[in-house]
């Protein structure tokens, strides 16, 4: 990442940042450690641990910046809220909220929720840990704005080894999809402006998952397996034996959204399944949808999708919410590889929770940075093509004409 300047546009939001969350520290020199820590990992450090953060900031040793993540008083659930709030301020309502996991790969036994498990991030079964995220999406941004850390039954089995981790004695077994649904809730109910949920498949399969946005009345348009049952009063169907029978006019090619090379275009099929009438005869306010995207490369390479969505959606917008799935492995990447995400060296529980919510502070702020840039282009670019030309062409030469209060239709005379 290169080096941030000093300047007006940015410093001021930064501190912005820094009012938001200085209340949860309660002293002094806690508010400013933390300061110097998020902009350790804003700053071009090489890697983001403890001793390099500390030299970057001008510290004797990193003994300061490590009490802040494993010793000192304050809590790091309440700055996840404030991160949350900032990020919704920032990126507008009516956004997709995003729940996907990632993995930080790790050395050794002692790390809480460290195990041999699979992560997407080397792609196979390697010794890490899991963290549960949501992340909010909307045509201004996206931002990380909640998570949890994944801790295997091997991990809840033992609680000796949880103490010796920092886990608290009531924090059990959780599967991965009830992270995600205590992630939904909990943004949902501190009023995050959402309109729609998504998830890849590892969650959109869980029917639970899926019961439970269904309940909180969101839209949502999540993955599914290929073997994924749609049931019905007239019988059982795998999703895609329903796909195959599609009629060829019943595929549209659509983009579901700009990618790295420009919009991302695939064939859409989409089709409302009946609703209960039994079992709700009021007419719905929702339909259930069945959906695929199929590559026009390979076209042996589909995608199928559940969706819960309002009466007379459009099958672009089902796309569109489906394609904005992706933005969570954007924030992953940014949050990673410009803020530190994954660069922590801290093993108990609480040190995870307080790196991973300053990290998510961090990118927070700079996708609010990137989206104050982009409202500026667009005023501008809005307020030069609303400036009519001064340049005239008459008589095969040019004249210059600036308008004057009599030709200003914006004028007001005064009588």
């Known amino acids: 990442m290169d080096v941030i300047p000093e300047v007006d546009c940015w410093k001021a939001e930064l501190e912005t940042v820094f009012a938001r969350v200085a209340g949860r520290f309660g002293r002094a020199d806690l508010r400013w450690r933390m300061r110097d820590y998020v902009r350790g990992l804003l700053a071009p450090v090489g890697r983001k641990n403890g001793w390099q953060l500390a030299e970057w900031a001008g510290h004797r040793d990193p003994a300061g910046l490590q009490h802040l993540l494993n010793g000192a008083r304050w809590d790091a659930d309440a700055v996840r809220d404030d991160v949350r709030d900032y990020a919704a301020e920032r990126l507008g309502p009516g956004g997709v909220l995003i729940i996907d996991d990632t993995g930080f790969v790790k050395k050794g ?36 704005v909640d998570r949890e850390l994944y801790l295997p039954k091997a991990w809840t089995s033992d609680r000796e080894r949880c103490r010796a981790a920092k886990i608290p004695d009531e924090r059990g077994f959780a599967t991965k999809g009830e992270l995600a649904r205590d992630i939904v809730r909990r943004c949902l109910a501190a009023g995050l402006p959402a309109a729609w949920v998504t998830a890849d498949e590892a969650y959109g399969q869980d029917w639970n998952f899926r019961r439970l946005l269904e309940q909180l009345d969101i839209g949502y348009v999540v993955a599914v397996p290929k073997s994924q049952q749609i049931k019905s009063l007239a ?106 995400l994954d660069e922590y060296e801290v093993r108990r529980y609480p040190g995870w929770y307080r790196h991973i919510t300053l990290a998510m502070l961090a990118h927070a702020f700079l996708t609010a940075l990137a989206a104050q840039a982009a409202h500026r282009e667009t005023a501008e670019t809005n307020r030069t093509a609303s400036s009519p030309s001064p340049w005239r062409k008459s008589d095969g030469s040019w004249t210059l004409s600036y308008p004057t209060p009599e030709t200003n239709s914006n004028h007001v005379s005064t009588p």
């Open 109 to 144: 036994t002692t790390s809480a929720g460290v195990g041999r498990q699979y992560t997407g991030t080397s792609g196979k079964i390697d010794n890490c840990q899991i963290g549960v995220f949501a992340a909010y999406a909307t045509s201004s941004g996206r931002a990380l």
């Open 235 to 340: 019988g059982c169907w795998r999703i895609d034996q329903l796909i195959d029978e599609a009629p060829a006019d019943a595929w549209q090619r659509l983009s579901c959204g700009d990618g790295a090379k420009g919009p991302r275009v695939y064939d859409w099929a989409a089709a409302k399944l009946p609703a209960n009438i039994i079992f709700d005869p009021d007419p719905p306010t929702r339909h259930r949808w069945v959906l695929a995207r199929r590559s026009l490369s390979d076209p042996t390479e589909i995608a199928y999708y559940l969706a819960h969505a309002p009466v007379g959606i459009e099958i672009d917008e089902l796309t569109r919410i489906a394609g904005s799935r992706w933005a969570v492995e954007e924030c992953f990447q940014a949050a990673k590889n410009e803020c530190g």
